[in-house]
């Protein structure tokens, strides 16, 4: 039994501990928003927050975040999460689409840590995160939108 | 449990019956592909058929006032649905909030590819605007024309004095109706079979630059779901387990461990590898860890690339086994040329690497049909091919067209995969046991189905005047078509997939000859976003702009002399220099390169800045696009997708290759299968050349002209010329994702 919180709500699930969270999420508790694209943490669409991180869930155990606050894609809230969906919808930032909701929990993890990021901060926070699509022009752009319209 | 062995299965159907059992579609396909390359950009030649009612096939409209259009173009990312639901709407004048957009399938006559023909349905070659332009206009005005009609009969008033805006149909009386209060009776008036179209200047919707996605917002909050997310009751998962070696095949295995382990619901063998199914994808992966299968590689292919380039490029020098175009006589051209250059261009195998991995489900109903949910970018194959190995007829197969994360090709493969591999596991699961294929990323990079590798031996020679006299390109190379149902597109020893790109080279050169030479490979292969372009624009680029600096001439200009009568090209050759500052001087360390290149129909230019540190380092800062794809549909999408193309093809000409050692795939994931990462996206911008031509297609033809370019950039600060790709380097800031490549210096 693993017991922790998931966006806001508190649960428990009697799964393998060595299960990848992103299976508990999506596969246990039924939330597809959370992505599986390579299983080795190297394409970042499986991206969610743990305590406020940005973590890989494809890498990380469910047995390893008993107590822990996990927040998904379909979790984000607050000002900086609900302005990040918002510019991502008006600049059409997604094209398949698969791989935003990475995008936009490390989006909003550095927007949060970093209030103005410049065009490196961008690329170190947002590296991890495949898009084969290639919409990283817009990601850029997108981000310092959302920044711009926070400060205001 | 039920097992479902082949070996001893009458039922299963063997590949070439499979074959033979799509041969119909298939043949229709192939004439299709063959039509699309003659003549793309005039889908609308296509004899007109009796307008069909609009409500019954492209646009339903619900009694809650939705409006459902159910598209013959498939959706992976390019934007096909918007593009369709625009023209729709545009004749139409519903009300965007009510769009939504559905897969349509199972009838070609309403379906079919008008590219292709209309002989088949799929999605392929850039095509969904070019097949669907009058198409879904006309839908949409005749889905409008009868919504009036029935608005005047109920309101018994003349149908000239109502009016339709947002959805909402009125009359100056102050009567006024949705569009799913009419939707009844509107789909029982008389269809009309010439509805005008709007004018060009009544246009609201096509061409429009404010016109955003309907669909993007479920794409920011994990609402859009794809064939991973499916839910429904006892959907199981199944993980496949495919050959070590392509062309190997099952001798016998052990699924005893596998079974005993619980949630492990059974192991099976499809015709393409064993299927572990389980509960949830956790279990079916720890499943599949414990079958041991023992493997047959007799009839495996058993080279690694570096024979197979060694192969390549030794054929490569002797004449070619075919000839797609010999212009004049190039060999005398070239032995009294007053400069020649020569040399081999070497292209690895790339693969598609969508970041949803492939996947397919399926599920046998008691009464004998068929669900088949997948990305379903050949709906009439997929149909067929469920049907023969699910022991049925094809109008006993449902498809549900799912979104996919990706494709860039990879989801239309005429051997049907992840259809076959789903619909047999459904089968040996028997009625009522929904079964999810999944694969893993693993799956998919070392699953075939490539971009194939070539090499190119090329020489070109010029006169005195510094004028281009002769070219000669003899390609080396798998075929696309071979092997497959898709065979018949061949004629004269040429698949017109290896060559094109080279074979309508636009330059004004009198002595021309593409040699082809058809390797036979057991690693299969594919189309790859822009196809053919991928290889062949970068070997003719390259050697253009070669040939320009040999004739101590402008590349733009050298270019230009050349294109006398191909103005759209020179068009957008000229409208991307003019945007870069062609003509201004760059700082210390930055150069340019440029690159133009027509694919499917629609033209492409691009300038790009790189900034070139020495001989290890450099980075690609910026590009400047332009495109002339005819009428702009949604511009902001044409942007879309040039951004993206670039993106796409510059992570494959910098870092991507997929190699083989004995066999093997040395590839499995993205730590050394490496797309292009964000830090490595340049600046880009997009000019549309304005036009007034029938809509062209754009998810492919912003790839080719990209590498190019920077290679061109690259020849402007080294004086050197990349031949071999891709392009690693040992220590640039482009190349930070690359640990664990074995690297190799630029030059």
């Given at each position: 039994m693993v017991a922790f919180t998931i966006n806001g709500e508190a649960r428990t699930l009697d799964v393998d501990p060595e299960m990848p969270l992103l299976w508990a999420i999506r596969?246990?508790?039924?939330?597809?928003?959370?992505k599986f694209g390579c299983g080795l943490a190297q394409c970042g669409a499986c991206t969610v927050h743990v305590n406020g991180m940005p973590t890989r869930s494809c890498q990380t155990a469910v047995g390893d975040i008993e107590g822990a606050s996990i927040t998904t894609i379909e979790g984000v809230s607050g000002k900086i999460g609900e302005t990040v969906q918002a510019v991502w919808a008006e600049f059409d930032v997604p094209q398949c689409g698969y791989c935003q909701s990475g995008q936009i929990m490390s989006a909003v993890a550095l927007l949060t840590e970093t209030p103005k990021p410049t065009d490196d901060d961008i690329d170190s926070a947002m590296s991890g995160n495949l898009c084969r699509c290639a919409t990283y022009h817009r990601i850029r752009a997108a981000i310092h939108e959302t920044a711009n319209r926070l400060e205001t | 449990m039920l097992q479902f062995l082949p070996k001893h299965n009458s039922v299963r159907p063997t590949r070439r019956q499979f074959l033979l059992g799509t041969a119909v579609t298939t043949a229709g396909l192939a004439v299709g592909y063959r039509l699309m390359m003659a003549a793309p950009a005039n889908a609308q030649t296509t004899p007109a058929t009796v307008q069909a009612n609009p409500f019954q096939t492209y646009v339903e409209i619900t009694p809650e006032n939705r409006i459902v259009i159910h598209s013959s173009q498939f959706e992976m990312g390019q934007g096909s649905y918007f593009g369709i639901a625009t023209l729709v709407m545009e004749e139409l004048?519903?009300?965007?909030?009510?769009v939504h957009v559905v897969g349509g399938y199972g009838n070609t006559a309403l379906y079919g590819n008008l590219a292709w023909g209309g002989a088949a349905q799929g999605t392929g070659g850039s095509t969904s605007m070019s097949s669907s332009w009058e198409r879904y206009r006309k839908a949409g005005a005749a889905a409008r024309a009868m919504l009036v009609a029935a608005a005047a009969q109920r309101w018994d008033v003349?149908?000239?004095?109502i009016t339709v805006a947002s959805g909402v149909v009125s009359h100056a009386s102050g009567m006024q109706a949705r569009f799913g209060d009419l939707a009844e009776a509107a789909a029982g008036m008389p269809v009309p079979d010439d509805v005008p179209l709007k004018p060009r200047d009544k246009w609201a919707q096509i061409g429009s630059d404010s016109l955003k996605r309907y669909d993007s917002a479920g794409k920011t909050n994990g609402a859009q779901t794809y064939t991973i997310d499916l839910k429904m009751d006892g959907l199981n998962t199944a993980v496949m387990i495919h050959p070590p070696k392509f062309g190997a095949e099952i001798e016998s295995f052990d699924a005893s461990k596998a079974k005993a382990?619980?949630?492990?619901?059974d192991v099976v063998q499809t015709p393409r590898g064993i299927a572990v199914v389980g509960r949830d994808m956790w279990t079916a992966l720890k499943g599949r860890d414990l079958v041991e299968v023992t493997w047959n590689e007799e009839k495996a292919e058993r080279r690694g690339t570096a024979e197979i380039m060694a192969e390549y490029t030794k054929a490569a020098d002797d004449p070619g086994a075919a000839t797609a175009r010999d212009d004049g006589n190039t060999p005398a051209a070239l032995a009294s040329a007053e400069k020649v250059i020569q040399g081999h261009y070497e292209f690895p195998y790339l693969v598609?690497?969508?970041?949803?991995?492939l996947n397919a489900a399926a599920r046998i109903n008691e009464d004998g049909t068929i669900d088949v949910w997948g990305g379903h970018q050949m709906p009439d194959l997929y149909q067929a091919a469920a049907a023969q190995v699910g022991g049925t007829t094809p109008d006993k197969v449902r498809l549900h067209v799912m979104k996919t994360g990706g494709s860039f090709g990879r989801r239309a493969v005429s051997d049907a995969d992840l259809i076959i591999e789903a619909v047999s596991t459904a089968r040996a699961l028997g009625p009522g046991k929904p079964v999810k294929v999944q694969w893993t990323r693993e799956n998919d990079m070392r699953g075939g189905r490539y971009r194939p590798a070539y090499v190119h031996a090329v020489k070109a020679g010029l006169d005195k005047e510094g004028n281009v006299v002769a070219l000669h390109d003899h390609i080396v190379g798998q075929s696309i078509a071979g092997g497959s149902p898709f065979a018949a597109m061949i004629e004269n020893g040429i698949d017109p997939t290896s060559v094109e790109g080279a074979t309508n080279l636009p330059y004004a050169i009198p002595n021309l000859k593409i040699e082809l030479t058809t390797t036979d490979v057991n690693i299969p292969v594919l189309w790859w976003r822009s196809v053919g372009s991928t290889h062949t624009a970068y070997a003719m680029e390259t050697l253009i702009d070669e040939l320009a600096a040999a004739a101590n001439r402008d590349p733009v200009d050298f270019r230009l002399s050349m294109l006398g009568h191909h103005p759209r090209h020179a068009g957008v050759l000229k409208l991307a220099a003019e945007k870069a500052g062609w003509d201004k001087p760059l700082p210390e360390g930055r150069f340019r390169g440029v690159a133009l290149h027509e694919s499917l129909s629609t033209y492409v230019a691009e300038v790009v800045e790189i900034t070139f540190n020495d001989g290890n380092d450099f980075k690609v800062d910026r590009v400047v696009c332009a495109v002339d794809?005819?009428?702009?549909?949604n511009p902001d999408q044409i942007r879309a997708q040039m951004e993206g193309g670039i993106g796409f093809g510059l992570g494959a000409i910098l870092q991507e290759e997929l190699t083989l050692t004995g066999g093997v795939v040395d590839q499995e994931n993205y730590d050394t299968y490496t797309p292009l990462r964000i830090e490595q996206m340049p600046r880009v911008e997009v000019h549309i050349v304005p036009s007034d031509e029938p809509p062209t297609g754009v998810g492919e033809p912003g790839v080719p002209p990209i590498g190019p370019a920077v290679a061109n950039a690259l020849r402007a600060a080294t004086s050197k010329t990349i031949r071999k790709l891709p392009i690693i380097f040992a220590k640039c800031s482009q190349g930070s994702s690359l640990s664990g490549r074995e690297k190799r210096p630029v030059l």
């Amino acid at each position: 039994m693993v017991a922790f919180t998931i966006n806001g709500e508190a649960r428990t699930l009697d799964v393998d501990p060595e299960m990848p969270l992103l299976w508990a999420i999506r596969d246990g508790i039924g939330l597809t928003g959370t992505k599986f694209g390579c299983g080795l943490a190297q394409c970042g669409a499986c991206t969610v927050h743990v305590n406020g991180m940005p973590t890989r869930s494809c890498q990380t155990a469910v047995g390893d975040i008993e107590g822990a606050s996990i927040t998904t894609i379909e979790g984000v809230s607050g000002k900086i999460g609900e302005t990040v969906q918002a510019v991502w919808a008006e600049f059409d930032v997604p094209q398949c689409g698969y791989c935003q909701s990475g995008q936009i929990m490390s989006a909003v993890a550095l927007l949060t840590e970093t209030p103005k990021p410049t065009d490196d901060d961008i690329d170190s926070a947002m590296s991890g995160n495949l898009c084969r699509c290639a919409t990283y022009h817009r990601i850029r752009a997108a981000i310092h939108e959302t920044a711009n319209r926070l400060e205001t | 449990m039920l097992q479902f062995l082949p070996k001893h299965n009458s039922v299963r159907p063997t590949r070439r019956q499979f074959l033979l059992g799509t041969a119909v579609t298939t043949a229709g396909l192939a004439v299709g592909y063959r039509l699309m390359m003659a003549a793309p950009a005039n889908a609308q030649t296509t004899p007109a058929t009796v307008q069909a009612n609009p409500f019954q096939t492209y646009v339903e409209i619900t009694p809650e006032n939705r409006i459902v259009i159910h598209s013959s173009q498939f959706e992976m990312g390019q934007g096909s649905y918007f593009g369709i639901a625009t023209l729709v709407m545009e004749e139409l004048d519903g009300d965007w909030a009510q769009v939504h957009v559905v897969g349509g399938y199972g009838n070609t006559a309403l379906y079919g590819n008008l590219a292709w023909g209309g002989a088949a349905q799929g999605t392929g070659g850039s095509t969904s605007m070019s097949s669907s332009w009058e198409r879904y206009r006309k839908a949409g005005a005749a889905a409008r024309a009868m919504l009036v009609a029935a608005a005047a009969q109920r309101w018994d008033v003349p149908a000239g004095e109502i009016t339709v805006a947002s959805g909402v149909v009125s009359h100056a009386s102050g009567m006024q109706a949705r569009f799913g209060d009419l939707a009844e009776a509107a789909a029982g008036m008389p269809v009309p079979d010439d509805v005008p179209l709007k004018p060009r200047d009544k246009w609201a919707q096509i061409g429009s630059d404010s016109l955003k996605r309907y669909d993007s917002a479920g794409k920011t909050n994990g609402a859009q779901t794809y064939t991973i997310d499916l839910k429904m009751d006892g959907l199981n998962t199944a993980v496949m387990i495919h050959p070590p070696k392509f062309g190997a095949e099952i001798e016998s295995f052990d699924a005893s461990k596998a079974k005993a382990l619980d949630g492990i619901v059974d192991v099976v063998q499809t015709p393409r590898g064993i299927a572990v199914v389980g509960r949830d994808m956790w279990t079916a992966l720890k499943g599949r860890d414990l079958v041991e299968v023992t493997w047959n590689e007799e009839k495996a292919e058993r080279r690694g690339t570096a024979e197979i380039m060694a192969e390549y490029t030794k054929a490569a020098d002797d004449p070619g086994a075919a000839t797609a175009r010999d212009d004049g006589n190039t060999p005398a051209a070239l032995a009294s040329a007053e400069k020649v250059i020569q040399g081999h261009y070497e292209f690895p195998y790339l693969v598609h690497a969508s970041i949803e991995p492939l996947n397919a489900a399926a599920r046998i109903n008691e009464d004998g049909t068929i669900d088949v949910w997948g990305g379903h970018q050949m709906p009439d194959l997929y149909q067929a091919a469920a049907a023969q190995v699910g022991g049925t007829t094809p109008d006993k197969v449902r498809l549900h067209v799912m979104k996919t994360g990706g494709s860039f090709g990879r989801r239309a493969v005429s051997d049907a995969d992840l259809i076959i591999e789903a619909v047999s596991t459904a089968r040996a699961l028997g009625p009522g046991k929904p079964v999810k294929v999944q694969w893993t990323r693993e799956n998919d990079m070392r699953g075939g189905r490539y971009r194939p590798a070539y090499v190119h031996a090329v020489k070109a020679g010029l006169d005195k005047e510094g004028n281009v006299v002769a070219l000669h390109d003899h390609i080396v190379g798998q075929s696309i078509a071979g092997g497959s149902p898709f065979a018949a597109m061949i004629e004269n020893g040429i698949d017109p997939t290896s060559v094109e790109g080279a074979t309508n080279l636009p330059y004004a050169i009198p002595n021309l000859k593409i040699e082809l030479t058809t390797t036979d490979v057991n690693i299969p292969v594919l189309w790859w976003r822009s196809v053919g372009s991928t290889h062949t624009a970068y070997a003719m680029e390259t050697l253009i702009d070669e040939l320009a600096a040999a004739a101590n001439r402008d590349p733009v200009d050298f270019r230009l002399s050349m294109l006398g009568h191909h103005p759209r090209h020179a068009g957008v050759l000229k409208l991307a220099a003019e945007k870069a500052g062609w003509d201004k001087p760059l700082p210390e360390g930055r150069f340019r390169g440029v690159a133009l290149h027509e694919s499917l129909s629609t033209y492409v230019a691009e300038v790009v800045e790189i900034t070139f540190n020495d001989g290890n380092d450099f980075k690609v800062d910026r590009v400047v696009c332009a495109v002339d794809c005819g009428t702009a549909i949604n511009p902001d999408q044409i942007r879309a997708q040039m951004e993206g193309g670039i993106g796409f093809g510059l992570g494959a000409i910098l870092q991507e290759e997929l190699t083989l050692t004995g066999g093997v795939v040395d590839q499995e994931n993205y730590d050394t299968y490496t797309p292009l990462r964000i830090e490595q996206m340049p600046r880009v911008e997009v000019h549309i050349v304005p036009s007034d031509e029938p809509p062209t297609g754009v998810g492919e033809p912003g790839v080719p002209p990209i590498g190019p370019a920077v290679a061109n950039a690259l020849r402007a600060a080294t004086s050197k010329t990349i031949r071999k790709l891709p392009i690693i380097f040992a220590k640039c800031s482009q190349g930070s994702s690359l640990s664990g490549r074995e690297k190799r210096p630029v030059l």
